[in-house]
């Protein structure tokens, strides 16, 4: 997991998080996008698991289809980072389904993927190193979670799953009064004072020093403003998710920068450049001072994406 940038989450991160006894059925791993194939090829060829469906979520035919068919399952994806669904299956000699995987590849990053879930208490995950919950207070103390995108057939569904565990939603359409403050014009990253984090004790912690690369600085901004809805002439105050997805180079994974782009985050890019070049073999070496010195640029720019999560 630390080496692809894997995280789990979905129901199984909030039962952890949680310590509650409900059981799960599926396993939810979010992927980085470079590393997705791999992932899915060690859990086929060394885990015994067996791939019986693949959806294309970004495929535009598809997404059609799903337009049409409001309540199929695979609609929950269509407005998040994701780009592929692997759904995987480990049966026993009788052909009785012993646990069920669905990896789901990023579009740009595996944190991406979880800021777009369809509410902030599935926003829990597990990495190689340490477990965090982005909205502990909202998810485990008060119980609810502010929704993130308008009402349909799949999220509806979805929603009184988590209702009949404990957990309502509100949004998108309320009044800023009933929005919590942490999703009003604030500046958040993951690991800040208000997520909680769980250091897993194994020996991955001596090794990374407890540093979790996998999650490393992403961040993003939340913001209010007013948007006019034209179907019904009223003006709703909304919360809005705001980041930037930034890949480079020399950087092993992409992570979820807010706007402005300023420099602390550039120097931590460079800082993550250093450490990745450390890592790196001869061949790699002189190949990225060739690639270099024939663009005669001293840093590769960051590749961004903007991006903004509407309640």
């Known amino acids: 997991m630390v080496a692809t940038g894997t995280i789990i989450s979905g129901a199984l991160a909030l039962k952890f998080m949680g310590r509650y006894e409900w059981p799960v059925d599926e ?97 829990n995950f597990i990495t190689g190193v340490a477990a965090y919950s982005l909205f502990p207070k909202l998810t485990f ?37 009933a929005l919590p403050d942490i999703v009003k014009n604030r500046h958040r990253y993951v690991g800040d004072k208000d997520t909680w984090r769980l250091w897993l004790d194994h020996s991955t912690l001596r090794t990374y020093s407890l540093f979790d690369e996998t999650i490393g600085v992403n961040n993003w901004m939340h913001y209010l403003r007013n948007k006019r809805y034209p179907n019904s002439g009223v003006t709703h105050p909304v919360s809005r998710m705001h980041y930037r997805a930034v890949a480079d180079i020399c950087l092993r994974f992409t992570y979820t920068i807010a706007v402005p782009f300023d420099e602390d985050v550039q120097s931590w890019i460079d800082y993550m450049r250093i450490m990745e070049v450390r890592r790196m073999d001869r061949a790699t070496l002189t190949w990225l001072f060739r690639f270099f010195k024939l663009a005669r640029f001293r840093h590769p720019p960051p590749i961004t994406h903007r991006n903004e999560w509407s309640l």
């Open 27 to 123: 396993l939810d791993l979010y992927v980085q996008p470079e590393y997705a194939d791999q992932v899915n090829n060690w859990l086929c060829f060394e885990a015994g698991y067996r791939t019986t469906d693949i959806t294309n979520v970004r495929d535009f035919e598809r997404s059609l289809i799903l337009q049409a068919n409001a309540v199929s399952y695979e609609r929950l994806y269509e407005l998040s980072d994701a780009h592929q669904v692997y759904f995987l299956r480990l049966e026993d000699d009788a052909g009785n389904v012993l646990q069920k995987i669905k990896v789901v590849k990023a579009f740009h990053s595996s944190i991406a993927l979880l800021l777009n879930s369809h509410s902030t208490y599935l926003m």
């Open 141 to 177: 103390i008060e119980y609810y979670g502010v929704g993130n995108i308008n009402e349909d057939a799949a999220t509806t569904g979805d929603r009184q799953h988590y209702k009949a565990l404990g957990f309502e939603t509100i949004g998108p359409h309320v009044p800023t009064t």
